[in-house]
């Protein structure tokens, strides 16, 4: 049996996923898809804290149409495909940090 080797996985690419706002057609200008991207971590925080009306106007309606957010029980919860782009952008924030702190050495 082989070992995959994490490290050498390839890692997720935020740029792409900022570029795919254009799958949902007319739906979601670009400037609305960045904002829907960037604002993901902040939304799902202020959900977490129950703290929905701190979310601008649209953005859960928005969610949960991309198939990111899914009402369950009277509650917004991520769905897999919430919590993969999750994972990217925190993936993404991460390696950021590793840079600038590199770069600062």
Avoid: C
């Amino acid at each position: 049996m082989s070992r995959i080797d994490t490290a050498k996985a390839p890692q997720p690419d935020v740029a792409a996923l900022l570029h795919a706002g254009s799958m949902h057609g007319s739906r979601f200008t670009s400037t609305r898809w960045e904002s829907l991207v960037s604002a993901l971590p902040t939304t799902v925080h202020q959900l977490w804290r129950r703290r929905a009306g701190e979310v601008p106007e649209g953005f859960l309606d928005d969610y949960v149409t991309l198939q990111w957010l899914v009402w369950n029980g009277g509650t917004l919860e991520l769905t897999e495909t919430g919590r993969n782009v999750l994972h990217l952008l925190e993936s993404a924030e991460g390696e950021n940090a590793d840079t600038a702190s590199a770069q600062a050495s």
